[in-house]
């Protein structure tokens, strides 16, 4: 089974388990028991890459009972955290990727889930790199698809972004997450 179709079968477990005040809700592969979904439908995809353009994962953009969930597999990373967001604008220009923009924040809040004001559309948990330098997680985005779509695939894109540290979840504007390291865009399914 790919590893794809092992993450779509999270969906109906996150779908049902979703806290109810979270903006994003992090699952790792594997984690609980699961149903398939047959509804789950890919609306777009990422090849997340480092400045020299060495491919580090894939990220897939899932829609499923009116909710968007992003189901990601890297791998080549040391052991730990690293700060996974969406960034407001579709472009990954090497060697730092700041052509991406800040995080995606349409209503404007300020960064992070444990904040106050917070957190951005763009926040998602951090990946969780194990020995093997993998990493496998299912996130789902909080809110409407159809209004979601509008964000994400508005006029400039979204980008998919890697930091070479973990996110704090508060400190504004970026999680104090370190450098960018890796960079994806999200290319819908149907272009």
């Known amino acids: 089974m790919s590893r794809f179709a092992f993450l779509n079968l999270a969906l109906v477990g996150l779908a049902i388990s979703a806290c109810s005040d979270s903006t994003q809700n992090l ?29 580090l994962g894939t990220v897939e953009l899932q829609e499923t009972t009116g909710r968007i969930f992003i189901a990601a597999v890297f791998e080549g990373l040391d052991q730990g955290e690293y700060a996974f967001h969406l960034h407001a604008t579709g472009l990954c220009d090497a060697p ?45 985005i909080e809110g409407e698809a159809s209004k979601l779509f509008g964000e994400i695939f508005d006029e400039d894109g979204t980008a998919v972004m890697l930091h ?28």
């Open 27 to 55: 699952a790792p592969a594997g984690e609980g028991s699961v149903e398939h979904d047959s509804n789950a439908k890919v609306i777009a995809t990422a090849e997340v890459r480092t400045p020299a353009g060495e491919q």
């Open 96 to 140: 730092d990727f700041k052509s991406a923009g800040g995080h995606l924040n349409p209503l404007g809040k300020t960064h992070g889930k444990l904040s106050e004001g917070g957190a951005h559309l763009g926040d998602l948990p951090n990946l969780i790199f194990n020995e093997e330098q993998m990493s496998e997680a299912t996130v789902a």
């Open 164 to 191: 070479s540290g973990p996110d704090d979840y508060v400190s504004d504007p970026a999680g104090a997450a370190g450098p960018r390291i890796a960079c994806g865009i999200l290319v819908r399914a149907d272009d």
